[in-house]
């Protein structure tokens, strides 16, 4: 089911709130779970791989595929589908610093 919209149709409305992810903030509705707050905010990368350092993000949706693995809360192995957002919450991924997709230069997430 998905979340309800908020009254004035923006992320974060009156039912929302903000996030912190790799610090910076990320609105939230209530009742998102953090990959679906992450993926309105733009950013497709959640991780990267141990060994070749490519980009990892939301594939399955339903906790099953590991691909959308985050710290949060300084929790690490968080799957991002599962976890519903809180207020408050600290959330780290592995995607480079700076680059909201989490994709470097000439790649993408397959």
Do not use: K
């Not at 910076?24 to 950013?43: C, N, W």
């Not at 141990?50 to 993000?57: I, L, Q, S």
């Not at 408050?88 to 680059?99: K, N, R, Y």
Request: charged letters at 25%; hydrophobic letters at 35%.
């Amino acid at each position: 089911m998905p979340p309800p919209e908020p009254a004035d149709g923006r992320a974060g409305g009156p039912d929302g709130f903000t996030i912190t992810v790799d610090g910076g903030e990320v609105p939230v509705r209530a009742g998102q779970t953090l990959a679906a707050a992450l993926l309105a905010a733009g950013r497709r990368s959640t991780r990267r791989t141990r060994f070749a350092g490519r980009p990892r993000g939301v594939f399955c949706g339903i906790g099953i595929c590991f691909d959308c693995l985050v710290v949060c809360n300084g929790e690490p192995g968080v799957r991002a589908c599962l976890r519903p957002a809180e207020p408050g919450d600290v959330v780290e991924t592995g995607a480079e610093p700076g680059d909201p997709s989490g994709l470097r230069a000439g790649e993408g997430v397959r």
